[in-house]
């Protein structure tokens, strides 16, 4: 019997460059996950309105291809796969309006990325900030997602995303499928470099807390070898995320790019030093680097291949959202849209 494949959905937002982070919990699942699933990846541009400034605007484009080139590069096969861009996609803010009036504010107060960028940015927030996790529930709930392929900070966004589902449904009509979420147990959360008990981000003010995709090998070798690690003496190699944050985060990349498990790394490296272990560590980084930006700057080169790959996808995705957005036109008692 020919089962039909579950849907999946994932999106990287285009507000910088991307990171191992990145990379490690969503990225580098995708070429594998088109084999099993049916496969919607979006380049989440709206959502970088929420972080950009007016100068990152002379970048938003290029970081938009760099994004998709980046998808291409990492086995996204656009045969296999919806690739587009949001914005491309008008269904994606319609549908948005209608889930913020079915969203309780004080539900987007107690989002933790939310109250955290409050604490941490010193500029203006705008609003899209707060009404972020709507727009991430619209992109999912658009395509009728069986599960939303995510790093651990964003597993609140998708409960979230559940809850404004089933409170629709009930209200009106059943028009959305409840999502489920997909994060990988292990590398869903790599820790900066510098400061390993906070999320590695692509925002972070201290390059040296983040390495990049497109990363000169350099740079990041420099960037391994000054990161956190402790001082115990002899060198302790052991995965403890209370007590050794540092190394722990450093085994995990290690361990999730090379295929070997924690437990054979920590008797591997059993009596060798912290410079051995950032050594290994840049050599699997390096290795996979290398891979990726080969491919990238091949792709990223032929701007006309890219554009066109966004609007193939574009209007593939466009096909199944329209449907959707009309069922929901539908049970608010809105007029049937031609
Ligand atoms: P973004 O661009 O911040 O992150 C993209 C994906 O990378 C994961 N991630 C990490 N995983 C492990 N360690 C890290 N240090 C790290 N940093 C980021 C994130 O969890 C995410 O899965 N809002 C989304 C983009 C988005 C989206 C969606 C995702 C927009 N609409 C709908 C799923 C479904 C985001 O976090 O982007």
């Known amino acids: 019997m020919n089962k039909k494949k579950l849907t999946v959905f994932s999106a990287i937002q285009p507000s910088g460059h991307l990171t191992i982070g990145n990379y490690i919990s969503v990225l580098r699942h995708w070429k594998e996950m088109q084999k099993k699933y049916k496969c919607i990846f979006c380049v989440a541009d709206l959502h970088s309105l929420t ?28 045969h296999k796969s919806i690739i587009f861009i949001q914005s491309s996609v008008h269904e994606h803010s319609e ?3 209608i889930l913020n009036c079915s969203t309780y504010y004080k539900e987007l107060l107690r989002m933790t990325q939310f109250k955290n960028k409050l604490t941490n940015v010193t500029k203006k ?6 009404n972020y996790p709507t727009l991430m529930a619209s992109d999912i709930l658009l395509y009728q997602t ?15 995303t559940r809850n404004i589902a089933i409170r629709f449904n009930s209200f009106y009509k059943k028009v959305f499928k409840i999502p489920n979420v997909l994060i990988h147990n292990f590398g869903s959360k790599i820790m900066s470099l510098i400061e390993p008990n906070k999320k590695m981000s692509k925002s972070d003010f201290n ?8 990363e000169n090998p350099k740079e990041i070798f420099k960037k391994i070898q000054s990161s956190i690690t402790d001082s115990d003496s002899p060198s302790k190699i052991i995965f403890d995320t209370i007590n050794k944050p540092g190394i722990s985060n450093l085994l995990v990349i290690l361990s999730t790019l090379s295929g070997k498990s ?8 059993l009596g060798k030093s912290y410079i051995y272990l ?3 560590v840049f050599n699997i980084l390096n290795k996979h680097i290398i891979k990726i930006q080969k491919k990238f700057f091949i792709y990223r080169k032929d701007e006309e291949f890219l554009k066109n790959i966004s609007f193939k996808g ?12 009309n069922s929901v036109y539908d049970s608010l008692g809105f007029l049937e849209k031609l």
Request: net charge positive.
């Open 278 to 280: 950032k050594k290994e």
């Open 207 to 214: 390059k040296k807390n983040v390495i990049f995709l497109l």
């Open 146 to 160: 069986d599960l939303v392929h995510v790093g651990k900070d964003q597993k609140q966004h998708i409960e979230l």
């Open 262 to 269: 924690i437990c054979k790394l920590e008797e591997y490296f």
């Open 95 to 97: 549908l948005n309006w």
């Open 125 to 130: 927030i705008n609003a899209g900030l707060l």
């Open 51 to 78: 972080s950009l400034n007016k100068e990152d605007n002379l970048y938003k484009r290029k970081s938009i291809l760099d994004t998709l080139a980046l998808y291409l590069a990492c086995g996204v096969d656009p």
């Open 314 to 325: 574009a209007k593939k995705a466009s096909k199944i959202a329209k449907k959707t957005l």
